[in-house]
């Protein structure tokens, strides 16, 4: 038999079902939202425009970056000489090493003559760390090959 104390103590106290809380009750903790606390809405707003002007800057930056070389003549020509001639971006960049290591005014250089490629190619790999100078080399075949072909 149960013990008589439970039985009371069942009695005194008989399990209800828990009624949903009200819609005070739910929004009780959320009254900070709803405040108008002097310090409160400027904060949250210098908080977003701070954000908004940090990614601005960010994009301005990157938009900088990627347009730095093609503002100028001779660069803004090759280029459209080589989105033309189809030339992915890593070659054009490769090619802009090789011209500024030459001290070529210009990498349209390279791409008007064959044996101008050649030459200056090779100065350009025997410049290079004995780690790089193949990859570069297959590159700059690679790409002497399309362009001469």
Not at 20 to 35: R, S
Not at 77 to 82: E, K, L, Y
Not at 85 to 111: A, K, Y
Request: contains cysteine; glycine residues 2%.
């Amino acid at each position: 038999m149960m013990p008589s104390w439970i039985l009371t103590l069942a009695l005194q106290s008989p399990r209800t079902p828990k009624t949903p809380p009200t819609n005070e009750e739910i929004f009780t903790n959320w009254q900070w939202i709803t405040d108008t606390k002097p310090l409160m809405s400027p904060m949250w707003a210098v908080i977003v425009i701070g954000g908004v002007l940090l990614i601005l800057v960010i994009v301005k930056i990157v938009e900088r970056m990627r347009n730095t070389n093609r503002k100028d003549g001779p660069m803004l020509v090759f280029h459209q000489v080589a989105k033309q001639m189809e030339l992915d971006i890593s070659t054009q960049w490769l090619l802009i090493r090789v011209s500024q290591q030459q001290n070529l005014p210009t990498p349209l250089t390279l791409l008007i003559c064959g044996s101008t490629f050649v030459h200056h190619s090779k100065a350009y790999v025997k410049s290079l760390p004995s780690h790089r100078q193949k990859q570069s080399l297959a590159q700059l075949s690679k790409t002497h090959r399309y362009l001469f072909a």
